[in-house]
């Protein structure tokens, strides 16, 4: 079944109804990629495989592994140039934040 999508699901609707400001959106988004990818690495480095099988049933990678898995062509390409924008604006808001501070 799409577990991974419905997941991907819940999160999107997380994100609508907690975020009204677009620095909330890029930074769930950012905090959802990177929680993603540190799972990834503990499913990987990990010994027990029935935890191990658990996690790829459940929950992708990361965003773009979960977009190239369910779109292809023009449409993926769109929605990782936007990615690639949101990690961007993240970048120059954790830039922004530690320039403040000194």
């Known amino acids: 079944m799409y577990y991974d ?14 975020c009204r400001k677009f620095k909330n959106f890029v930074y769930l988004i950012a905090v959802v990629d990177i929680f ?5 690495f503990i499913k990987n480095n990990i010994g027990l ?3 191990k099988n658990i ?8 965003l773009p592994s979960l977009v190239y898995k369910y779109t292809n062509g023009i449409v993926s390409d769109i929605i990782m140039w936007i990615y690639l924008f949101i990690f961007i ?14």
């Open 89 to 102: 604006c993240f970048l120059c808001y954790t830039v922004k934040i530690l320039w403040r501070r000194k």
């Open 36 to 40: 993603l990818r540190i799972i990834t």
């Open 49 to 51: 495989i029935d935890v």
């Open 5 to 18: 999508l419905i997941i991907l699901l819940i999160i999107v609707l997380g994100i609508i109804f907690f």
């Open 55 to 62: 996690l790829d049933k459940y929950l992708p990678d990361n």
